[in-house]
């Protein structure tokens, strides 16, 4: 960055919340990991940032030594709720997750295409007339959100209401409005817990999640609820994320733009690159479990660890070059969705709608152009996302007629 | 006759964590257990995919849990028209 702006953090004290980080947060970790592939920062009481691949890869496979249980995250918030297969090690964690796996599966994803290409030509279909849009807000959010609210068996036509409730509670974590979405949020999803077990259980994760049995067990009240919750974090906050910042990055490069016009078969490999290169989960919360010396550092039983994905995915000795875009980047081994037991549940289906909506915005609006200022989320912590990308193109038909 | 450039293919099932990157890159050689949430090595379609595609598909397994073999077997009947 060439910008004059002063620089309003310490590298000691580094908060991953605050303001600073979204817009500085690739800086940070480079002058960060130029000291130490392990930093430590001195705030929420400290912790440690792991910044290179290959501290990040290792801790990942450990899950005896870093410990994905409940308070995790950093501050780790009071009594948090245990978010399940997410807050727990294996091997219980292989159980909660077997729940749900065969929803998730590489085929499964495939077979939803038409799908999802069906939902992004309707929600084109209602901006491209007027050659600008908020491409995230009237594109990239609602496909996600859309699709895991069909999954779940809840009523898709409120995306909106989910999004703005999920949103709030994400990214204005403390504001007396994010207790209220929560409070919506929790009422609604045990409305339809409630459903199914006085009507029957139907054809829905939803209903899955509430036959799943670990140990032989079926699930307490609040994991039907923490499961069914992640699954709407998940679905709704990190696919637009890609999606917008990727938009960002081909607005930014014409010649990567022409290249896909040009060249559609090279998206899968371009997917696995703006994973590398706009990785939205930025960071996974850790606790380490016993006092111990990784990677010649000694931890203690209880240390806090952020193990930054974004970082290890700009790791210059695994990946040179690493700030530049580049669709031949071979091999591209990047950890977007974290590796070993705790890989991204929804990873085969994000790939899938990022690729279809990249394709439809690229033969639909292949002009588009950012017409203001992208507006990130306030906080980038956990999720770096666009929340707002106003953008103009060349106005186009509509794919169907308007049914209203 | 040697089949060269023939490969057997293995994967590490303690290490594959079911990225399916492999199935992109080599549909034929490569099927997935949905249920287990874990690629798997298809022997027959393994004779069909390009080398290349075999290599380059363990290069990218995030998990590095592709391994690969030269298969230098004799064959028992030489091909050829009948």
Redesign the interface.
């Known amino acids: 960055m060439t910008t004059a702006r002063s620089r309003d953090y310490t590298l000691s004290a580094i908060d991953h919340h605050a303001d600073y980080f979204v817009e500085h947060n690739y800086e940070i970790y480079e002058e960060l990991r130029a000291q130490c592939p392990i930093a430590h920062s001195t705030e929420y009481g400290g912790f440690y940032f792991f910044l290179d691949y290959d501290t990040v890869y290792d801790a990942d496979h450990d899950p005896e030594t870093f410990s994905n249980a409940p308070g995790r995250n950093t501050p780790p918030g009071e009594s948090p709720p245990q978010f399940v297969p997410l807050d727990t090690d294996p091997p219980i964690h292989t159980q909660y997750?077997?729940i749900g796996?065969?929803y998730f599966?590489?085929?499964?994803a495939k077979k939803d295409e038409p799908y999802f290409r069906r939902i992004a030509t309707e929600l084109i279909d209602e901006f491209i007339e007027d050659g600008e849009a908020d491409i995230v807000g009237q594109l990239t959010t609602p496909l996600p959100a859309i699709w895991i609210l069909k999954m779940l068996g809840f009523d898709e036509t409120r995306w909106r209401e989910w999004v703005h409730w999920m949103h709030t509670m994400i990214h204005d974590r403390n504001s007396a409005e994010a207790k209220a979405a929560q409070g919506n949020l929790v009422g609604t999803v045990f409305e339809e817990i409630n459903k199914r077990r006085t009507e029957g259980f139907r054809d829905d994760l939803l209903s899955v999640i509430m036959q799943g049995e670990v140990d032989g067990e079926p699930l307490p009240e609040h994991l039907i609820f923490t499961y069914a919750h992640l699954m709407l974090i998940g679905g709704m906050d990190t696919t637009s994320g890609l999606t917008g910042n990727a938009l960002v990055s081909l607005d930014r490069h014409p010649d990567l733009r022409e290249r896909l016009i040009r060249e559609p078969s090279m998206l899968?490999k371009a997917t696995?690159e703006f994973l590398r290169h706009d990785t939205p989960a930025q960071t996974q919360g850790r606790t380490v479990t016993k006092d111990c010396v990784y990677k010649g550092q000694q931890f203690n039983a209880g240390d806090k660890i952020l193990l930054v994905h974004a970082a290890a995915n700009r790791d210059p000795r695994v990946f040179p070059n690493p700030d530049e875009i580049d669709f031949d980047r071979?091999?591209?081994?990047?950890?977007a969705?974290g590796?070993?037991?705790h890989?991204c549940l929804g990873?085969?289906h994000a790939k899938v709608m990022f690729e279809v909506m990249i394709s439809e915005i690229l033969k639909r609006l292949p002009d588009f152009r950012i017409s203001g200022t992208p507006e990130y989320f306030g906080d980038g912590g956990d999720v770096w996302a666009v929340r707002r990308l106003p953008i103009r193109f060349t106005p186009g038909p509509r794919s169907q007629p308007n049914s209203q | 006759m040697t089949r060269e450039g023939y490969m057997k293919v293995q994967i590490d099932q303690q290490r594959c964590r079911g990225h399916a990157r492999c199935l992109d890159i080599a549909p034929d050689a490569f099927d997935f257990i949905d249920e287990e949430d874990r690629a798997i090595v298809v022997d027959d379609g393994v004779r069909r995919t390009d080398v290349a595609a075999l290599i380059e598909a363990q290069e990218e397994c995030p998990e590095q849990a592709i391994q690969l073999e030269a298969d230098n077997v004799t064959d028992p009947e030489p091909e050829g028209p009948k």
């Open positions: 997750r077997r796996v065969p599966s590489p085929k499964q899968p696995e071979k091999p591209n081994r990047q950890i969705f590796v070993g037991p890989r990873a085969n």
